[in-house]
């Protein structure tokens, strides 16, 4: 959530946002990016056009389900692309599907003096 909700403005969120908790089976086709095969900028916001290639090129080899991506902003974790034109897409077990709204407190900075100050885009 947290490499969608860095690119949100504050002012204008959307209405339409849902959470989906799925299951993805164990043997579905994966495909992992390796943070030593990503371009050296690859943290750089804007994101760098090399990495919208990396997903099209994903989705239109067509070979695996789901493309595994380190995170820019938690190193330790990674997003997974999910490709709904892969054969195996039905396989994947949508549980729960509910309403996403964010809390405006991600937005709000907290000063030393203890007053919160609003970040600004």
């Excluded at 995170?71 to 309403?99: C, F, M, T």
């Amino acid at each position: 959530m947290l490499e969608y909700f860095v690119h949100l403005d504050k002012d204008d969120p959307p209405g339409d946002l849902v959470l989906a908790i799925a299951e993805v089976p164990g043997d579905l086709a994966r495909q992992h990016a390796d943070v030593r095969d990503m371009p050296a900028n690859w943290r750089e916001s804007a994101a760098p056009p090399a990495l919208a290639e990396l997903g099209g090129e994903f989705a239109q080899r067509g070979e695996h389900c789901v493309l595994i991506v380190p995170s820019v902003l938690a190193p330790a974790e990674d997003n997974w692309l999910i490709n709904p034109q892969h054969p195996d897409y039905k396989r994947i077990e949508i549980h729960e599907v509910g309403p996403l709204n964010y809390d405006p407190r991600m937005f709000v900075k907290q000063t030393v003096d203890g007053r919160r100050k609003r970040f600004r885009k």
